[in-house]
């Protein structure tokens, strides 16, 4: 099988990832499959009108394997209900081989996606991060745990509400994280004011303008935001958590000092799921 990237390349987006908690690999879902989830997310979107309540995320529709959905013991709606296409993205063979390439080692699937979309002139989305274990040491790890996968279904730029990130942030910690409330709650939802600090600029923050079919992996505790959608086009993001190298083992790869604390951590410590960061980052 030839290599996507070279050992260079694959090097570079881990370290990068590793560093500063996010990566981009170009052009990675291409036809028919690309086609087929634009057509299958515009046909959900014309058809399921957004609560008011994700008006910042503009969506919340979550899309199961048949698999995991055959383990649920729940109704299928308009917003929750499984479809083979998950199946197939997930296990998208580009994509599998990248991830191998760039040696995120015990990749598991979460087995859904995310449909977020942005409808014309949507509002932007707040800073939030998606990490829900702060309290455990895992939220330590100098390496990544919990990723998302995703593509966008559009070419996205600031002008249609492309994704913000704040580099480093997934480790380093921030006046943000001292302030924001926690991603998707009622009260950040909430908040009625764009002029609120939650939609703030950040003189650490990068935009991350991407072509439809680009993947992007990044870390649940980077710090991201997307700016408002001024066009008059739908603008939709499909994205996949994974979890990655299982807790507490380190990558293959890892040759940086494990903190004590991850060396030291009671492997069968149970911690209550929290979206605040308390301790870390540091
Ligand atoms: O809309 C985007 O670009 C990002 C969405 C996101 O981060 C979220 O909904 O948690
Ligand atoms: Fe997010």
Redesign the pocket.
């Known amino acids: 099988m030839s290599k996507i990237l070279s050992q260079q390349e694959a090097f570079l987006k881990r370290e990068q990832l590793v560093s500063d908690g996010y990566t981009i690999i170009p052009n990675i879902l291409k036809d028919p499959l690309l086609s087929k989830l634009k057509n299958w997310s515009t046909e959900i979107f014309n058809r399921v009108p957004v609560d008011p309540k994700y008006k910042y995320?503009?969506s919340d529709i979550h899309v199961y394997t048949e698999k995991a959905w055959n383990k649920m013991d729940i109704k299928a709606d308009e917003k929750r209900f499984p479809d083979p296409i998950v199946e197939e993205l997930i296990n998208y063979p580009d994509q599998i081989q990248i991830c191998d390439e760039i040696g995120l080692e015990n990749l598991k699937p979460r087995d859904n996606v995310?449909l977020?979309s942005?409808p014309p002139f949507g509002p932007p989305?707040y800073w939030?991060q998606?990490f829900m274990n702060w309290d455990h040491p895992e939220a330590a790890c100098p390496w990544p745990t919990v990723i998302f996968l995703s593509y966008y279904m559009n070419d996205t730029s600031r002008k249609n509400?492309c994704?913000r990130i704040i580099p480093g942030s997934h480790l380093k910690r921030d006046r943000l994280h001292d302030f924001l409330p926690d991603?998707?709650s009622p009260e950040i939802q909430s908040i009625n004011n764009l002029d609120d600090p939650v939609f703030q600029d950040h003189p650490n923050s990068i935009d991350v303008p991407l072509s439809a079919g680009d993947l992007i992996i990044a870390d649940a505790r980077l710090l991201?935001a997307?700016w408002p959608n001024e066009t008059d086009q739908r603008r939709t993001?499909i994205?996949a958590w994974h979890e990655v190298f299982s807790f507490q083992t380190p990558p293959t790869w890892w040759e940086q000092e494990i903190p004590n604390v991850i060396k030291h951590a009671d492997p069968n410590i149970s911690c209550p799921p929290s979206r605040k960061p308390s301790k870390y980052p540091l």
């Open positions: 995320q503009g995310i977020l942005k989305l939030h998606d509400g994704l991603a998707h991201h997307a993001l994205l």
